[in-house]
Antibody, heavy 129, light 107 residues
Framework: EVQLVESGGGLVKPGGSLRLSCAASGFTFNNVWMSWVRQAPGKGLEWVGRLKSETGGETTDYAAPVKGRFTISRDDSKDTLYLQMNSLKTEDTAVYYC????????????????????WGKGTTVTVSS | SSELTQDPAVSVALGQTVRITCQGDSLRSSYASWYQQKPGQAPVLVISGKNNRPSGIPDRFSGSSSGNTASLTITGAQAEDEADYHC??????????FGGGTKLTVL
């Protein structure tokens, strides 16, 4: 069974740091793109950032609000994805989900697609003084 | 623009058909995907690509698109379909984008 389990959330003061983990099982970890998606209380989903697979170049991309503050990495020996969050702001308060991503082109005429097929249950981050 | 727009709330009578829409320029060249999210739970993928349902998703859920608008249709809505529905697509930099979500109420 494909499974993602996040951990590491908690209460942190503004300006502080936190590292989230996402333990993966049931699939070949380094063959997939993976993202972090967050949801602030009462709000919609917001993509945070992504780590491409080894065949995709293992590059990272980040949403503008977190670029320069957040870093995504992974440990293949532990099948674990990480989100290092520094210089945290109150607006970073949210439930953080990790996902596996599928992206490509299909059809005639071609159409792009991008979807998150597996989601973890999430971990809550609260940034407050 | 990479933004996706959804109606904040939609309601449907039990057993009737409801369409939830998602608008954005990126949808002219990219399929929308749809996620169902119940209170306190993680989102669940219900539609991807042209109209693909993952295993376990009832066939009353279907997807379609026209121009810059994608739609999720629930044919014969059930009480358990009451949830938030989020659409997503990708921008020109292959970055995922989400709509603001639609709260579906089944009356």
């Amino acid at each position: 069974e494909v499974q993602l389990v996040e951990s590491g959330g908690g209460l942190v003061k503004p300006g502080g740091s936190l590292r989230l983990s996402c333990a993966a099982s049931g699939f070949t970890f380094n063959n997939v793109w993976m993202s972090w998606v967050r949801q602030a209380p009462g709000k919609g989903l917001e993509w945070v950032g992504r780590l491409k697979s080894e065949t995709g170049g293992e590059t990272t991309d980040y949403a503008a609000p977190v670029k320069g503050r957040f870093t995504i990495s992974r440990d293949d020996s532990k099948d674990t994805l990480y989100l290092q969050m520094n210089s945290l702001k109150t607006e970073d308060t949210a439930v953080y989900y990790c996902t596996t991503d599928q992206a490509g082109i299909t059809g005639t005429p071609y159409q792009f697609y991008y979807y998150m097929d597996v989601w973890g249950k999430g971990t809550t981050v609260t940034v407050s003084s | 623009s990479s933004e996706l727009t959804q109606d904040p709330a939609v309601s449907v009578a039990l057993g009737q058909t409801v369409r939830i829409t998602c608008q954005g320029d990126s949808l002219r060249s990219s399929y929308a995907s749809w996620y169902q999210q119940k209170p306190g739970q993680a989102p669940v993928l219900v539609i991807s690509g042209k109209n693909n349902r993952p295993s376990g998703i009832p066939d009353r859920f279907s997807g379609s698109s026209s121009g810059n608008t994608a739609s999720l249709t629930i044919t014969g809505a059930q009480a358990e379909d009451e949830a938030d529905y989020h659409c997503n697509s990708r921008d020109s930099s292959v970055r995922p984008v989400f709509g603001g979500g639609t709260k579906l109420t089944v009356l």
